[in-house]
């Protein structure tokens, strides 16, 4: 029976639902094995987590998720099994995070312009840290406020690319995302692959310029993918010599279309990603 790993999630600390330790106490009891938290361009979290899951009797992986453009398109890089206090990571993701703000007001002064009015003081109540406001925030006030039934649908109409609320912002380049993590002894991985609009041509380029610059691993089976999705990626992971990664990409559960463990396993004939890290140093050795 494979290991039921769950390796890219979300708490407070960015923009899911849960505290860090109350991710962790779902994740346990839903029979997870081993859990990263993987935060977006953020690590305030990991400590509480790893502690809970020494707790809790859970195998916990260090992450975090880092926001990258490549080609206009914002593409999410995961890092596992990292030293979170490794200073050349901090520092980046320190970068990366100074933009959020600047951004945010952007995207409330383009709602502003049609009709929907005091968008960011209400994004910043639903964020844990409020310059770390993004677009789920938004999108949990747009909902809250009665304007729009669900999140998926205040993207599809507002927070999407082409859309009235939809501010470009330029993240980090992939090199130096890549570089971070390895710097930091983790594991880069691309996150939900089948998430991002780029053609056939770019995606190979993407994987390219991955491999090229120290990347090692995809997430094959991501939150709700169909079937063809997860062969597709299955396929791609052979042909680059990739791990392959499994998670929900768990937010919330009214937010996310699968819990925390609740995924579908990988094909058997891939290198799990976990074998490199349960290999690596000890998971939740996160205390000085």
């Avoid at 029979?31 to 400590?47: F, Q, R, S, Y």
């Avoid at 109409?157 to 939809?166: D, E, V």
């Avoid at 939900?192 to 310029?209: C, I, K, T, V």
Wanted: proline share 6%; with cysteine.
């Amino acid at each position: 029976m494979s290991l039921n790993a769950d390796l890219h999630c979300h708490s407070t600390v960015s923009d899911g639902w849960l505290t860090p330790a109350e991710v962790v106490r779902r994740a346990a009891a839903n029979g997870v094995e081993l859990l990263a938290l993987t935060d977006h361009d953020e690590v305030g979290g990991l400590d509480e987590a790893a502690a809970t899951a020494a707790e809790c009797g859970l195998r916990f992986v260090p992450g975090v998720e880092i926001s990258v453009t490549f080609r206009e398109e914002t593409i999410h890089i995961v890092g596992l099994g990292i030293d979170h206090r490794n200073p050349q990571l901090r520092q980046g993701l320190m970068q990366v995070r100074s933009g959020r703000e600047q951004r945010a007001q952007a995207m409330s002064d383009a709602l502003d312009a049609v009709g929907i009015h005091g968008v960011l003081e209400g994004a910043r109540r639903f964020a844990h840290n409020p310059a770390l406001v993004g677009r789920a925030h938004f999108a949990r006030h747009l909902v809250a406020s009665g304007l729009m039934p669900d999140v998926a649908t205040v993207f599809r109409y507002y927070l999407a690319r082409g859309k009235p609320g939809f501010v470009p912002h330029a993240w980090a380049r992939l090199e130096d995302a890549v570089s971070w993590i390895r710097g930091a002894g983790g594991i880069a991985v691309i996150a939900h692959p089948g998430r991002y609009r780029l053609s056939a041509h770019d995606m190979d380029a993407l994987f390219d310029r991955f491999v090229a610059c120290g990347g090692e691993a995809l997430e094959v089976v991501s939150g709700a993918r169909a079937p063809p999705e997860v062969l597709r990626f299955a396929s791609i992971a052979r042909r680059r010599g990739l791990l392959a990664s499994r998670a929900s990409d768990f937010h919330g559960s009214d937010e996310s279309p699968v819990d925390l463990g609740h995924c579908e396993p990988l094909p058997p004939d891939l290198v799990p990603v976990w074998s490199r890290l349960t290999e690596a140093a000890p998971l939740a050795d996160m205390h000085p």
